[in-house]
């Protein structure tokens, strides 16, 4: 298993600011994701973070609007660049643990951002 | 691609009465299924997973779903609602096993005493 700390678990920030969410695991994971759930919607991938390259993003994310840092196998972050009300959304990260059948994905609790 | 209906945003169902929450996937390839749960102030945790191997997965909390190609469906179901169940659920298919999952908008469960 996996246990997850992230931070901040919520932040209510102005817009054309940054906010950067931090996500630490305590075990070593090669692969960790950052997830979007805006209001009422799915979870959406946002970028797919490995240590030692560049996060890989999704349709319709991009770097210079979210982006992560993977310094090593515990850690990670996500910055929300330049926010807006739309980015007002639960962010979450998730680390895949095990191998084979017993791989699985750990959520962190997220952090829930409002934008003014 | 990838996607996920879940049929009922909202579900109630009394303690000790079967609990059914619908799932339908659309995938190009064989997929992965998965069901979540996140119950309040939490992150998600894994219920059950199919990976292709027995068509009825067994979960945790004594849940259970049963892939079903021909309906393109993937429902979890429980025999006995506990008050405990009461939670969001989360459907989500992937083509690449834990990567690039494609999450249903979520079922919130109500036990009713």
């Known amino acids: 298993s996996a246990v997850i700390s992230q931070k901040p678990s919520r932040d209510i920030c102005q817009r054309g600011t940054s906010l950067t969410i931090q996500c630490q695991v305590d075990s070593q994971v090669t692969m960790m994701f950052w997830y979007r759930q805006q209001p009422g919607q799915s979870l959406t991938l946002i970028a797919t973070a490995n240590q030692g390259s560049e996060a890989t993003y999704e349709s319709g994310f991009v770097i210079d609007k979210f982006p992560i840092s993977r310094p090593n196998l515990t850690f990670s972050t996500l910055t929300v660049s330049n926010m807006s009300p739309e980015d007002s959304s639960i962010y979450l990260c998730s680390v895949e643990v095990g191998w084979g059948a017993n791989e699985k994905l750990f959520f962190g609790s997220g952090t829930q951002l409002s934008v003014l | 691609a990838q996607s996920v209906t879940q049929l009922g945003s909202h579900v109630s169902v009394s303690e000790g009465a079967l609990v059914l929450l619908r799932c339908n996937y659309s995938s190009s390839v064989p997929p992965y299924l998965f069901w979540y749960v996140q119950y309040p102030n939490q992150g998600l945790q894994l219920l059950l997973k199919?990976?292709?191997?027995?068509?009825l997965v067994k979960g945790i909390n004594g849940f259970e779903a049963e892939f079903k190609k021909s309906e393109t469906s993937f429902h979890l179901t429980k025999p006995s609602a506990h008050m405990s169940d009461a939670a969001e659920y989360f459907c989500a298919v992937s083509a690449f096993g834990n990567e690039k999952l494609t999450f249903g908008t979520g079922t919130r469960l109500t036990i009713i005493p």
């Open positions: 199919y990976t292709s191997a027995a068509t």
